[in-house]
């Protein structure tokens, strides 16, 4: 775990005191300096579900990293009084990292999402950043994990970026991170939006906190999941006032 930025608890879970610019140029300092680094981004579902499932907890205090995916985030360490720079999501980090990774002719691994998913986003990796190495790719639907392992080992990537969904890509990277010194970070799915099968919201819902709504109105299923949200505001008060143990 690196020392270097101020810490900042909420609910539990460590966030990373740190903006979009200063990670990007941190993540390419440790990529030049051929470090292992463990990449989350996190929203309010995956503070509550860390806080019900101590083993997934004790996986977010492995990662280098863990940023603020999520205005959720961001409202409740102000609440709290101890307030975060700005949100950091990781289609965001993953876009930039993408770029650099173009210019610089450096290699990337991808895992996760529907085969077909897969396919459209490899299409558009290769269209959109030609000079990038693509190390390899697989779906998220697999039995063997082993395999993969093998075939990231063998590739030896700068850069991998897991789309499994969250606990799994988390369990996932740390397990197998020590294979190879690279930025390994979990990414949701952002490759549905890199594939064009989901689209991401406008940048006016984006500026006013609301993509969570937007997203909403294109997954209606996603309601349950959303009841979240509320739950995690209630605790966050109730923690400001003290009512809230850890």
Same mark, same amino acid.
């Given at each position: ?20 610019? *200063?990670? =990007?140029?941190? =993540? ?39 940023? +603020? ?46 085969? *077909? ?14 000079? =990038? ?30 789309? =499994? ?80 143990? +850890?």
């Amino acid at each position: 775990m690196l020392n270097k930025y101020e810490q900042v608890n909420v609910l539990g879970v460590d966030f990373t005191k740190i903006t979009n610019n *200063e990670l =990007l140029e941190q =993540l390419k300092l440790d990529n030049q300096n051929h470090s292992n680094r463990f990449v989350i981004t996190a929203n309010p579902e995956i503070v509550l579900y860390a806080r019900d499932h101590p083993e997934y907890l004790a996986v977010l205090k492995l990662a280098d990293y863990t940023t +603020a995916d999520g205005i959720g985030i961001i409202k409740g360490a102000k609440i709290l009084k101890t307030p975060l720079p700005e949100r950091v999501t990781g289609f965001d980090t993953l876009g930039s990292l993408l770029k650099f990774a173009n210019k610089e002719q450096k290699s990337v691994y991808f895992l996760g999402a529907k085969p *077909e998913t897969i396919k459209k986003t490899i299409n558009k990796i290769h269209h959109d950043y030609p000079t =990038l190495k693509i190390a390899g790719y697989h779906d998220g639907y697999f039995t063997n994990d082993q395999e993969i392992a093998t075939e990231i080992k063998d590739s030896q990537p700068d850069f991998v970026f897991v789309a =499994l969904g969250f606990p799994k890509q988390e369990f996932f990277i740390a397990k197998y991170r020590q294979l190879t010194p690279a930025i390994w970070m979990g990414v949701g799915g952002s490759f549905d939006v890199l594939a064009g099968t989901v689209k991401r919201a406008p940048i006016f819902w984006q500026k006013h906190h609301i993509e969570w709504l937007y997203r909403l109105f294109q997954e209606p299923s996603r309601f349950w999941r959303m009841l979240a949200l509320p739950k995690y505001l209630i605790m966050i008060y109730l923690k400001k006032f003290g009512l809230l143990k +850890a």
